[in-house]
């Protein structure tokens, strides 16, 4: 049993995300009335297939050859490096332009596996088995793919939709309390921009993971909603997608500065929004960053302690892709479920919000 949101790019591009319980036999339907089965490449995180490779295996089962390649967990495999050992055993095993790639795992591996799919003989079908709360909510969904470089965090990439997305809640089951945590920000990320609602939501549900089940597919569902809507309107990130970036210009810069898989996304996200709150405050905007207190202390007892050099972030935040005529552009919020783009030419006040920002988390 599962519940559908259908996503529409363009009149070519459409398809769905299934989201719900034990969606093996629905994810065998479709790929009996789409593909010719006769090969699939599974692009998985390693600790996933540890976990889970009874159930991939079932999974993939009507498939005639199936060709099971390991990510090596952690920000790091976003790399070139990594794109290129991939790229090669796929070439060297041999793939047609029909031959399905299916992406297990969290944000690193969908992203990866994703500009994977991209760039193999310029595009292969692509489908997202989401396994981390983030990804179910987040990466999976609009078409961004990418690796990372060493100037900056996502700064190789293609958009590219998949074919469907599976989001399969039986595989939180086995999800670490730090990546609970990590996705969550997402989820608090659409509160801020769309559904306030999510915020008291989120407070019932966080100190028991998947308990009840049919709650967390509902949080899920609207998590990614909320995504498909803001996509739909922008899927290249002309203009009003930008709005999902809420956060992420102050979080990029502090994982970049931490050094990448030091600090999680969702963490550093969480950082951000309050940065973000602090400065839309500062312009006389009504977002307190009282909302995020009460989930403060679980992202504290998880975090080392940040850095304070402000002027090493600022000099992260001017590298982002989404600088602009060496402007920083950041989403801000006019008020809660209102947010909108900024561009920032006083970088002391960059600074005056990260400070702030940092005292909240390194007292």
Known sequence: MSNIIDVHISLDQQYQIAIGEQLAQSFKAYCEARYNRNKIFVLIDENVNRLHNNKVAKLVSDFKDVHLIEIPEGESSKSAREWNNITNKILEIGIERSTPLLAIGGGVTGDLAGFVAATVLRGVPLIHMPTTLLAMVDSSIGGKTGINHTTGKNLIGSFYQPDAVFSDITFLETLEQKEWITGMAEILKYAAIRNSELFEVMEELIHQPLTPKQRWVEVVEESARIKVDIVQEDALEAGNRAYLNFGH???????????????????????????????????????????????????????????????????????????????????????????????????????????????????
Not at 276 to 283: G, I, P
Not at 296 to 324: F, G, I, N, R, W
Request: proline share 3%; net charge negative.
């Open 249 to 363: 210009t102050f979080g990029h810069a502090l994982e970049k500065v931490s050094g990448y898989g030091e600090i999680t996304h969702g963490e550093a996200v969480f950082v951000g929004m309050i940065a973000a709150c602090h400065f839309s405050q500062e312009l006389g905007h009504p977002v307190s960053d009282a909302r995020f207190a009460p989930f403060l202390s679980l992202y504290k007892k998880q975090m080392s302690p940040l850095t304070t050099d402000t002027e090493e972030l600022l000099e992260a935040m001017k590298s982002d892709k989404k600088v602009k005529d060496n402007t920083i552009r950041l989403v801000l919020l006019n008020e809660w479920g209102s947010p909108y783009l900024y561009s920032c030419e006083d970088h002391s006040m960059l600074q005056k919000s990260w400070s702030y920002t940092l005292d909240k988390f390194n007292t």
